[in-house]
């Protein structure tokens, strides 16, 4: 059971973590993004932090709630 809550947080994790990029990322152009390689790590990250706090996040919900 609490792999399946860590899976599914984890998973609406990256889909936040894609979401907030997407928002941040909306002014730049595609070109712009394609070739800026700093961007990479900077967002890139940002979704990774974002999928593990949710798996994260999923397992705490299961260890508290269920």
Same mark, same amino acid.
């Given at each position: 059971?609490?792999?399946?809550?860590?899976?599914?947080?984890?998973?609406? $994790?990256?889909? !936040?973590? #894609?979401?907030? +990029?997407?928002?941040?990322?909306?002014?730049?152009?595609?070109?712009?993004?394609?070739?800026?390689?700093?961007?990479?790590?900077?967002? $890139?990250?940002? !979704?990774? #932090?974002?999928? +593990?706090?949710?798996?994260?996040?999923?397992?705490?919900?299961?260890?508290?709630?269920?």
């Amino acid at each position: 059971m609490v792999y399946i809550f860590a899976v599914i947080g984890f998973f609406m $994790g990256f889909g !936040v973590g #894609l979401g907030t +990029i997407n928002v941040l990322l909306r002014h730049r152009s595609k070109k712009d993004i394609q070739s800026d390689k700093s961007l990479r790590w900077s967002y $890139g990250l940002m !979704v990774w #932090l974002f999928a +593990i706090l949710g798996g994260w996040l999923g397992v705490w919900a299961c260890n508290n709630y269920f």
